[in-house]
């Protein structure tokens, strides 16, 4: 029997992504004859950042003084201090924070400036958490899991703004949301969980319900592709995460008729279309 490939319609890049790689691009044509750098990834995939480099942008780890240098700030953002020094040493500052993640960084500095102590649901490794901690006059309590909230620090607190990674799990945050709520008087909680994350994760609620199979793909540093395959997981034990179509199993798809994907917000289109021919080549003999 022919097997029946269904491809999430939200799957591939968002538009935080997509912008974020323009941005760079654009850069490296407009700024000929200078030094392009960037402190960490444009995004996290290793595909894209392949791309990027060859464009002629350049990761570095530290800034360093020095004429017609261009600084690339990532689709992630990062912390304000880091921003001032490039300009002070003297680098164009070329901006390819995402909008959305922007918007979290100004409701957390509105929320700060009202006295609030601002607690950030997300992975404090993050380079989106460390940018918004990096946007703050007052260190924020960053929590990452329900199981771990400081109850008895926060409770002491008299006013405190709640800020969320724009990449968590649509349904931890709803429940963490209900505890916090109830910890505290006087808290605002702003869910910055992003539209193309939210839409992502209600497809992957459906998709390992209608599916034998489900094939995940993004890079391993994808915190987004994470959420997808740990949802997915739960509901389906026969979902697999892969960074392309290399890491494919013919075994996984043994007896299987129905084979979900959903690609993660910084997998190119191109990585998903080999997955699915090389799906349908193995499948299908
Ligand atoms: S996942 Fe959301 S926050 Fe991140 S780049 Fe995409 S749109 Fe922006």
């Not at 909680?189 to 539209?195: A, Q, R, S, V, Y």
């Not at 994350?197 to 998709?207: A, D, G, N, P, W």
């Not at 979900?260 to 499948?283: L, Y």
Request: aromatic residues 4%; proline residues 2%.
């Amino acid at each position: 029997m022919k097997v029946k490939i269904n491809l999430a319609k939200s799957s591939g890049f968002c538009f935080g992504v997509k912008r974020a790689i323009e941005v760079a691009l654009n850069t490296a044509k407009e700024y000929k004859g200078y030094k392009i750098e960037m402190i960490g990834d444009i995004v996290h995939n290793e595909d894209v950042c392949r791309g990027i480099a060859e464009a002629g942008i350049n990761k570095i780890k530290k800034l360093c003084k020095s004429k017609k240098k261009v600084f690339v700030i990532s689709a992630h953002g990062i912390a304000l201090d880091v921003i001032n020094k490039a300009k002070k040493m003297g680098y164009v500052i070329v901006d390819a924070t995402c909008p959305r993640v922007k918007d979290i960084h100004n409701t957390a500095i509105e929320m700060e400036k009202q006295g609030r102590t601002i607690i950030i649901i997300g992975d404090k490794e993050h380079s989106e958490v460390r940018g918004i901690v990096g946007h703050l006059k007052k260190k924020p309590i960053i929590i990452n899991d329900e199981n771990n909230i400081p109850v008895k620090k926060i409770n002491k607190l008299a006013k405190v703004g709640v800020v969320v990674q724009s990449t968590q799990n649509v349904k931890k945050i709803d429940r963490m949301f209900k505890i916090l709520g109830k910890c505290m008087s006087d808290v605002k909680l702003c869910n910055t969980i992003c539209i193309p994350t939210k839409r992502k994760q209600s497809e992957i609620r459906k998709l390992p319900l209608e599916n034998d199979v489900i094939i995940v793909i993004g890079s391993k540093m994808s915190a987004n592709t994470g959420r997808l395959y740990e949802i997915s997981k739960n509901i389906n034990h026969r979902t697999y995460w892969v960074q392309s179509d290399k890491g494919l199993k013919p075994v996984w798809f043994n007896g299987a008729v129905k084979i979900g994907i959903i690609a993660g917000a910084s997998t190119p289109d191109a990585v998903t279309q080999k997955v699915i021919n090389m799906i349908e080549r193995a499948a299908n003999g």
